[in-house]
Structure formats: structure tokens, C-alpha cells
């Protein structure tokens, strides 16, 4: 069964730091990861989705990795800003119909 | 707008009620799911159908029935709530692993 693991829990930075999100998962045969983002009391924002095949996504100030093998992902922010201030929720997804797993998350706080 | 929309966004309740949360998505997708989000913000997979089909039925009290008229909704029904079933349900959508989720804006189920 898919266990999924994010660190940190919280994260605190000023802004303008360039900062990394972790994520490990216990079953290396995904299909796919994908990172989402959460506001609070809002649903869930896809931020990056990452096939089994690619290394790696990017999209403007973010840029996610996966190295499957291993069982990890990583969620780059550059430059961050306080907009960015959420929690980040990490899912590996298998083939088939089988619901993503998600992480605890990491809230991040970005500090003017 | 394409999206997964859930109604109603807020939702106060007594114990021992019966009420439903409805969802609906317009992207074509074939698979939903229902999500539950606890007080400790940990998102848990409750549902999964395929084309109208249930194919996943997490470990949930019976009092909870989902149905699915049609691959475009998924609505969830709670008989006789209670205090425990207070969190935030997610309804959310995919077509194929490829392409990622979806996901609603979520309920927000207090139950007094």
C-alpha cells in the first residue's frame, strides 16, 4: 500500500529565498506525481503533473523532479514570494483506477 | 468554465440528519472520487466510480452511499450524521492517469 511522506511538515522563509519541498513514497511503480497546492479552506490547485518517464516539470518559479527509483520527488520555489504562502500536497499515482495517495503536505509561510 | 463543482460549499447540520453533497464535472473525465480531509488537514480517498461504477470502497461507515447517475456526477449521501463525519469532502475527476486530477472546491460538513 502506497505511503507517502513530505518534509518538512512546516516551513517558514523571508522572502525572495529559493526553497525545496521533499516528498518520498514507499511503492516506486507509479504511473505519474503530481504536486498540488492548497489555500486555506480552498480546494486544490494542480500545480505540476510529472510522468513516470520524465525527470522532470516545470512552470515559471516552480520546477518539480522525480527520480522513481528511489521513491522521491522534489518541488523547487525560486524567488519566493508571500503569494506563495500555502500547503503543498504531493500524490504518486498509480496506473489504472487507483486513487491517488496524498502526503501530510508542507505549509509553507513566505514572509515579507 | 470546465471544472468539478460541488454544492454546497457550507454545510451546518444537526445529529442524526440525512444529507447529501452533490458533484458535478464537465471535463469529460470517466473516473470520480470522493475525498475526506480531516481536522488534521490528511486527505483520505472514501470512493472511487468509473463510468457510473463503484470500483473503490474504502474501509466507510455504510452510512455514507454514493451515487453516480451518470459519468458527470457523483453525488454522496450521509445518513444519520454524526459528530465524527465533521470535515471537508472533495469530490474530484480524472480521464486517464495521464492527465492528472481534478479536484472541487470541497464541502465543509459541520455536524452540532
Known amino acids: 500500500k502506497q505511503e507517502v511522506t513530505q518534509i518538512p511538515a512546516a516551513l517558514s522563509v523571508p522572502e525572495g529565498e529559493n526553497l525545496v519541498l521533499n516528498c518520498s513514497f514507499t511503492?516506486?511503480?507509479?504511473?505519474?506525481l503530481q504536486w498540488f497546492r492548497q489555500d486555506p479552506g480552498k480546494g486544490l490547485t494542480s500545480l505540476l503533473l510529472i510522468q513516470s518517464s520524465q525527470r522532470e516539470q516545470t512552470s515559471g518559479r516552480l520546477n518539480a523532479s522525480l527520480d522513481k527509483s528511489s521513491g522521491r520527488s522534489t518541488l523547487y520555489i525560486a524567488a519566493s514570494q508571500p503569494g506563495d504562502s500555502a500547503t503543498y500536497l504531493c500524490?504518486?499515482?498509480?496506473?489504472?483506477?487507483?486513487?491517488?495517495?496524498f502526503g501530510k503536505g508542507t505549509r509553507l509561510s513566505v514572509i515579507a | 468554465d470546465t471544472a468539478v463543482s460541488q454544492t454546497p460549499k457550507y454545510l451546518v447540520t444537526q445529529m442524526g440528519n440525512d444529507k447529501s453533497i452533490k458533484c458535478e464535472q464537465n471535463l469529460g473525465h470517466d473516473t470520480m472520487y470522493w475525498y475526506k480531509q480531516d481536522s488534521k488537514k490528511f486527505l483520505k480517498i472514501m470512493f472511487s466510480?468509473?463510468?457510473?461504477?463503484?470500483?473503490i470502497n474504502e474501509t466507510v461507515p455504510n452510512r455514507f452511499s454514493p451515487k453516480s447517475p451518470d459519468k458527470a456526477h457523483l453525488n454522496l449521501h450521509i445518513n444519520s450524521l454524526e459528530l465524527g463525519d465533521s470535515a471537508v469532502y472533495f469530490c474530484?475527476?480524472?480521464?486517464?492517469?495521464?492527465?492528472?486530477?481534478?479536484f472541487g472546491s470541497g464541502t465543509r460538513l459541520t455536524v452540532v
Open positions: 500524490a504518486p499515482g498509480d496506473s489504472g483506477n487507483t486513487p491517488l495517495v
Open positions: 466510480y468509473n463510468n457510473k461504477e463503484l470500483i
Open positions: 474530484a475527476s480524472s480521464h486517464d492517469t495521464s492527465y492528472g486530477y481534478t
Open positions: 511503492d516506486s511503480a507509479i504511473y505519474n
